[in-house]
């Protein structure tokens, strides 16, 4: 096999490798944004809401601004 063959033959290797990380990837980015969606949708499920987000769990008192101190200064 000569330089030009296994020139040929890189390329074509290196093509193939491109049109399928571009295939995963498209694959990888579609689930992502779906899962996006459902879990931003399931959010506004309250009985579902403390499962999904720890944060949730731990929101606090709202601070009432007449009682801050320093609000106004």
């Not at 459902?38 to 944060?55: D, E, G, N, T, Y």
């Not at 949730?56 to 801050?68: A, F, Q, S, T, Y």
Request: charged fraction near 25%; glycine fraction near 2%.
């Amino acid at each position: 096999m000569n330089e030009k063959e296994q020139v040929k033959l890189y390329v074509q290797l290196f093509e193939r490798l491109c049109e399928q990380a571009g295939k995963w990837t498209k694959i990888l980015l579609v689930f992502l944004i779906a899962a996006l969606v459902f879990f931003q949708a399931a959010l506004h499920i309250h009985s579902l809401r403390p499962l999904i987000s720890p944060v949730d769990r731990l929101d606090g008192i709202p601070i009432k601004e007449r009682n801050v101190k320093d609000w106004h200064e």
